[in-house]
């Protein structure tokens, strides 16, 4: 294995917001929570996916992102 689970998933969570998979997209973003990618490095791929891809593609994994961190926080 040349990646570890981090940047593994980190590259997951960037094509799965290309497809329009919200369902995995979810999963993904909260295997990347657990384990150890922070909510500021998830903004951060969040931002380059709003330059890169596009704001739409972005939206939605900054609303999946921000529903997930909710229900973290009860």
Do not use: F, M, W
Not at 16 to 25: C, F, M, R
Not at 46 to 70: F, P, R, T
Request: aromatic share 2%.
């Amino acid at each position: 294995d040349n990646l570890d689970y981090s940047s593994r998933e980190i590259g997951t969570v960037a094509a799965l917001s290309t497809l329009g998979v919200p369902a995995q997209l979810r999963s993904h973003l909260n295997i990347c929570l657990t384990v150890g990618v922070n909510e500021a490095k998830l903004n951060h791929l969040i931002s380059i996916l709003n330059d890169k891809v596009g704001k739409k593609e972005a939206d939605e994994a900054e609303g999946e992102l921000k529903n997930i961190l909710k229900s973290k926080a009860k």
